[in-house]
């Protein structure tokens, strides 16, 4: 959603603009102003407005707290940077500039009692009674560093803005209705042949594997392995009083619950929290033995060479040998009911396997793209007798008309009918899943539109209409009233 706003940002200025009104609506929250060292107040010039700094500033904290929102309070300025956010709060006033710049042409005014009148219904400005409420004004000014003559200039600037558009704004037509209507009530009834991998043979045999592997054989290599020395700790020997488990559950009641979440009681948790009660008084002998096997002192229990995210270690602790290099001692970590210090000796990087080492994975590998292909074989020569074979007829089908196909479950008829609407082709092969359907339309015909529907319809085409309108609009604007920028970095 964030890429599609920053590409599309300069042709949404009616729709997600500096959104003044929108944001003080939902509640305010000052984020500051950007520092952006324009001379005599202004960053810019387009046609023959001046972009003042401080609506430069205005735009960009809203359009932060707006980021802020979509990222539930975790964005930041390096976030804002990353995603040009500077960039796109000047362009879309750069655009706001240009509409401005035609509204004064054909003379689109706003009166003083019309500003009034929106100033008082801006909720964020109300009191608990929905009156205005001029201290509230006052404090959301001054959170902002706006002066409110700066505000309401802004403010006018946008009703002249929403005024010219809606004046522009064309409503659907009856025949453009009626077009779209038939575009999405079209249906197609289809002679159709759903083939799945049951329905081809593949043998089997070491050239084909071999001849595969081959081919393929950097896909087929060892896990990445390391080689570690490990110092156990135990803790089951540890000896813990009834009073201290008691005290331990109390303190920590709330780690043990049942899978519905419910709390458990003491008698319930009380293996549990024995077993973690000992592991914690664990902990300072585990570190006593790290730190003796760290001044060699003592030897490990044991070296193995084990592949990466082997169980015999916890997650955690193969996270962090990952960070680390060969000879590094890592402080003990819990595994299970005791603690593990572990020492690096190797890292053993992935080796192309042998043949007899990859066999078992090649086998499954080749049996799958075998099938693949020879179900594309089949699919094809199905394809060429489709019209006189007997395969079963469904239809008319339409997306919002369908029932299961024979063959396809409820997903995967949708699937199909959703590529069948987006192919151009009278006939032809859809895969869908691990099936193909092998499909010919003997028939199209437009079912009637559903009451339920016209509402649909009319957005449909007032969406369209408007973004074609849109991109024209903004074409014209951009020839018509050129910018000057003075300072760098507000356009990519």
């Given at each position: 959603m964030i890429s599609w706003m920053q590409k599309h940002n300069k042709y949404l200025v009616w729709t997600i603009w500096v959104a003044t009104i929108a944001f003080i609506g939902a509640g305010f929250v000052g984020w500051g102003s950007y520092d952006f060292g324009a001379k005599a107040g202004s960053v810019a010039k387009v046609g023959h407005i001046e972009i003042k700094q401080s609506k430069l500033n205005m735009a960009y904290s809203n359009l932060y707290n707006r980021y802020n929102q979509m990222f539930k309070g975790?964005?930041?300025e390096q976030k804002a940077k990353e995603l040009g956010l500077i960039q796109q709060a000047f362009a879309t006033l750069e655009t706001q500039a240009k509409i401005l710049n035609y509204a004064d042409d054909i003379g689109i005014i706003v009166s003083d009692e019309e500003l009034a009148q929106t100033l008082e219904s801006i909720k964020g400005f109300q009191n608990k009674e929905g009156v205005f409420d001029k201290n509230i004004y006052k404090m959301y000014l001054q959170s902002q560093r706006l002066t409110a003559k700066a505000f309401e200039e802004t403010l006018r600037e946008e009703l002249r803005i929403t005024k010219l558009l809606a004046l522009l704004r064309v409503e659907s037509l009856p025949l453009?209705?009626?077009?779209?209507?038939?575009?999405?009530?079209?249906?197609?009834?289809?002679?159709?042949?759903?083939?799945?991998?049951?329905d081809v043979n593949v043998t089997l045999d070491d050239t084909k594997l071999k001849a595969y592997w081959e081919v393929h054989k950097e896909m087929f290599k060892t896990p990445l392995k390391y080689k570690i020395a490990i110092v156990w700790t135990q803790s089951d020997d540890i000896n813990v009083s009834d009073a201290d488990v008691?005290?331990?559950?109390?303190?920590?009641?709330?780690?043990?619950?049942?899978?519905?979440?419910?709390?458990?009681?003491?008698?319930?948790?009380?293996?549990?929290?024995?077993?973690?009660?000992?592991?914690?008084?664990?902990?300072?002998?585990?570190?006593?033995?790290?730190?003796?096997?760290?001044?060699?002192?003592?030897?490990?229990?044991?070296?193995?060479?084990?592949?990466?995210?082997?169980?015999?270690?916890?997650?955690?602790?193969?996270?962090?040998?990952?960070?680390?290099?060969?000879?590094?001692?890592?402080?003990?970590k819990a595994v299970n009911d005791r603690y593990a210090t572990v020492k690096i000796e190797?890292?053993?990087?992935?080796?192309?396997?042998?043949?007899?080492?990859?066999?078992?994975?090649?086998?499954?590998?080749?049996?799958?793209?075998?099938?693949?292909?020879?179900?594309?074989?089949?699919?094809?020569?199905?394809?060429?007798?489709?019209?006189?074979?007997?395969?079963?007829?469904?239809?008319?089908?339409?997306?919002?008309?369908?029932?299961?196909?024979?063959?396809?479950?409820?997903?995967?008829?949708?699937?199909?009918?959703?590529?069948?609407?987006?192919?151009?082709?009278?006939?032809?092969?859809?895969?869908?899943?691990?099936?193909?359907?092998?499909?010919?339309?003997?028939?199209q015909s437009i079912l009637p539109t559903d009451e339920n529907q016209t509402q649909l319809v009319k957005q449909t085409v007032n969406t369209t209409?408007?973004?074609?309108f849109e991109s024209n609009f903004i074409k014209v604007l951009d020839t018509k009233y050129p910018t000057e920028v003075y300072m760098g970095g507000l356009t990519k």
């Open positions: 975790n964005f930041d453009e209705e009626e077009s779209i209507a038939s575009a999405l009530n079209i249906a197609d009834t289809v002679k159709y042949r759903v083939l799945t991998p049951e008691q005290a331990y559950y109390e303190t920590n009641s709330f780690n043990y619950t049942a899978d519905d979440g419910k709390q458990l009681s003491f008698e319930e948790a009380k293996p549990e929290v024995i077993k973690d009660l000992k592991l914690k008084k664990a902990k300072k002998r585990a570190q006593k033995a790290y730190i003796a096997y760290k001044k060699g002192k003592r030897e490990s229990n044991e070296v193995v060479t084990i592949a990466l995210h082997d169980p015999k270690l916890s997650p955690e602790l193969w996270q962090e040998i990952q960070t680390k290099d060969t000879g590094a001692i890592l402080k003990p190797a890292i053993i990087q992935p080796q192309i396997m042998s043949f007899e080492e990859a066999k078992p994975l090649v086998t499954v590998a080749y049996l799958a793209q075998a099938k693949k292909d020879a179900l594309n074989a089949l699919a094809e020569s199905t394809l060429k007798k489709i019209e006189k074979s007997d395969a079963p007829t469904a239809g008319p089908l339409s997306l919002d008309h369908f029932d299961n196909l024979e063959g396809l479950n409820q997903q995967e008829s949708l699937q199909f009918i959703q590529k069948l609407f987006t192919s151009l082709e009278e006939k032809g092969m859809i895969t869908v899943a691990n099936k193909v359907i092998v499909y010919t339309i003997t028939q209409k408007t973004r074609i």
